[in-house]
């Protein structure tokens, strides 16, 4: 499956990541929910250094369609609570 960071770039994650990725997401959506700065910051940087850590970059040049969306490492709370769907950012 391809992720994309919002700002950065798509990485190409194997699809049994899923559960892994979705158990980071699931940590995001209950920080953001709580407005707890600390654990949101904390949550969105260890689902995207995952994403960074078991993805293979895909070229800028490859036009390629992002089957998910995640923000960028700089959002802020307040921009991903506008952001989450009611499945957070990875559906399952």
Sequence with gaps: MIVRIMSEGQFDVADDALDQLNSLDDV?????????EEAFGDALNRLLDLVREIG???????????DLVLPPSDASLGEVEE?????????G
């Design 83 to 91: 952001l989450l769907g009611t499945d957070g950012f990875i559906p």
């Design 56 to 66: 293979k970059e895909v070229p800028a040049e490859e036009l390629v369609q992002s």
């Design 28 to 36: 995001v959506e209950s920080a953001v929910a709580a407005h707890d």
